[in-house]
């Protein structure tokens, strides 16, 4: 089969860069970023604008612009560029990558592209004519849209542009409301407000085939939903963990840190049932003092189940428990297709597990035989330990752990990142927070099937020691602000 391409174009909803998002979609549906458009017949562009770039008034009815993206090259050394080639091996494809990512704006059937106008035409003048027949004939309507990025063009220079092309075999009618057939043209001018082009940097001509899935974000704000948390997941950073974890129709999803249960709801959106286990016996139940403002204790119908009610996917949930991630009562077995979670960082919400008569700290007053601590300190580095164990265990091979990873920055290295034997490090991409701290959305796939041998073989003594550095994240944390604020408050003195 003769392999497509496309050029996306994409918006990014945070800080937070797209192109796992984009790969974990496409190695779920088939295809890849490629290097060398010469290689295949046909191209698909995806249109990427990240957080940062220009202001709105950079952006015409859409935006592009790129360099091809070399397989293998990490998200964060990416020249910033809105504009990805893909191969991809069918429009059918195309169409499905486009249902469930919420980075990318639309993509379009890539007919020709250049460095400038004149290059873009013999790029054109060179695609071969049978495959634009389809879409060009007597019988087709159509119309031409003009996007351009980092810079505004009036009314005359478009039309300008759309007259340029009237060497290309247009035989339909135009139909401005509702044509069958949409052409772009599109501009890139680069990422800088402050130091626009004369002339674009990359322009591309293609037909567009589908736009991505942004309105979700709106949709499914925490702002509209019934039963919502201090730490209730962003409902686009929700979506893009299940992407993350390739979450499709029919697999079995687990959280278990599950909280208020926004990352249940992202995957049973994309067909999957959805479980769940949280230490907080109030929150599971939807019991006690609201999070919302001018509200003091939940309503009586204020929990997880509530949730995926309030947007029809209620048959996709399975049960959330009561219970503590360090100690998981599952017998040995492999049950999950995706094991998805923001385990609690200490910042907002306390990072705690059961107690025992063994654990209880020296120096203590001992308590009687029949009373155990309600709660004891979770350290961080034991919490990622206990959760690669527990995916290692419970994963089906092939399966993914997508997790958030707190850092303080100034100490973070890649040695920091917990590994297991038995899990593949797909992608470590960084949010931040602050000047001095930063989570890292870290996506593992199971390769290798648990045995015991496992269980503590990837903590090496200079590695253990690596993780303890985790446990102090709350600490360095709070003394950044601390001293931000005191130099705040100096700076007003003055």
Known sequence: MMQMCYELISTLVHKFCPRQEIKSLLSL????????????????????????????????????????????????????????????????????????????????ELWGHGRSSEELYRSLRSYPVEKMVPFLHSDSTY????????????????VKRIDALEFLPFEGKVNLKKPQHIFSLLEDYGLDPNCIPEN?????????????????IESYSVKKRHFIGNTSMDAGLSFIMANHGKVKENDIVFDPFVGTGGLLIASAHFGAYVYGTDID????????????????????????????????????????????????????????DAIITDPPYGIRESTRRTGSQKEIPKGMEKCPESHVPVSLSYHLSDMFFDLLNFAAETLVLGGRLVYWLPVYTPEYIEEMVPSHPCLKLISNCEQKLSSHTSRRLITMEKVKKFENRDQSSHLPNDHSLLYQGHNSFREKYFSGVTKRIAKEEKSSQE
């Open 29 to 108: 549906f088939g295809g890849q970023f490629i290097s060398n458009q010469g290689t295949y017949g046909k191209l698909w562009i995806l249109l990427v604008v990240a957080c940062g770039t220009p202001p709105q008034r950079g952006l015409t009815s859409g935006v592009m612009s790129a360099p091809r993206i070399r397989t293998g090259e990490t998200l964060d050394r990416q020249s910033g560029s809105p504009f990805w080639i893909l191969s991809i091996p069918s429009e059918e494809i195309a169409r499905n990558l486009m249902k469930r990512t919420v980075c990318a704006k639309s993509i379009f």
């Open 143 to 158: 119309k031409i849209k003009i996007h351009t990025f980092n810079k505004t063009l009036t009314q005359e220079e478009k």
């Open 200 to 216: 674009p940097h990359n322009v591309y001509f293609g037909r567009w085939i589908a736009d991505g899935q942004r309105e979700l």
């Open 281 to 336: 016996y109030n929150t599971v139940h939807g019991l006690g003092k609201a999070s919302r403002k001018n509200q003091k204790w939940r309503g009586p119908d204020e929990n997880i189940r509530a949730n995926l009610r309030q947007y029809g996917l209620e048959k996709y949930y399975l049960d959330v428990l009561v219970s503590d991630a360090s100690k998981p009562s599952w017998r040995k077995g492999t049950y999950f």
